[in-house]
Antibody, heavy 117, light 110 residues
């Protein structure tokens, strides 16, 4: 069974750094791309970027390019989303999703990130 | 790139059918047969219900069907049930491994 298990909720202050994780199991990690999706409070889903775990080639939405970094650790079958300096506007739920058939076939449970002073 | 356009809300009574539209451009929805739809109950993970315009993953009831004409894709939910009440999002492949979502539609079962 394919599973994506994300790291737990985080509460951070503006300016702090953060890395959240998405651990994959039940399939060959390097075979399928992983995407990160943001959902701000009361808002819709936004594609942030995607990574090919086989070679760590990464695509970012122009809206997120330069603000976040997506990476993958093949040894841990994990994908990561990180910020070097959080802003209050980064408060959101972040989902990872595994690709399949040009869609987001399997989803993690989401990680709530709260940034507040 | 702007989000795909979906109506903010849709509604229907149990047993009825409702159709949700998703309008893009000739660089996304109109360019590829890679439109997918997701059902999202608040507080839960989104769930893929339609991929490649009209295909259903295993386990998704055939009450959910997708189609596309030109730059507009549609999701039809037939025989509405109470558990269908959720937010629905369309998504399209754009180009060079880029993606875009619709703004979402809140489906209410009256």
């Amino acid at each position: 069974e394919v599973q994506l298990v994300q790291s737990g909720a985080e509460v951070k202050k503006p300016g702090e750094s953060l890395r959240i994780s998405c651990e994959a199991s039940g399939y060959s990690f390097t075979t399928y791309w992983i995407t990160w999706v943001r959902q701000m409070p009361g808002k819709g889903l936004e594609w942030m970027g995607s990574i090919d775990p086989s070679d760590s080639y990464t695509n970012y939405s122009p809206s997120f390019q330069g603000h976040v970094t997506i990476s993958a650790d093949r040894s841990m079958s994990s994908a990561h989303l990180q910020w070097s300096s959080l802003k209050a506007s980064d408060t959101a739920v972040y989902y990872c999703a595994r690709h399949g058939s040009r869609s987001f076939q399997h989803w993690g449970q989401g990680t709530l990130v709260t940034v507040s002073s | 790139q702007s989000a795909l356009t979906q109506p903010p809300s849709a509604s229907g009574s149990p047993g009825q059918s409702v159709t949700i539209s998703c309008t893009g451009t000739n660089t996304d929805v109109g360019a590829y047969n890679y439109v997918s739809w997701y059902q999202h109950h608040p507080g839960k993970a989104p769930k893929l219900i339609v991929y490649e315009v009209s295909k259903r993953p295993s386990g998704v009831p055939d009450r959910f069907s997708g189609s596309k004409s030109g730059n507009t894709a549609s999701l039809t939910v037939s025989g509405l049930q109470a558990e269908d009440e959720a937010d629905y999002y369309c998504s399209s492949y754009v180009v060079r491994n880029n993606w875009i979502f619709g703004g979402g539609t809140k489906l209410t079962v009256l």
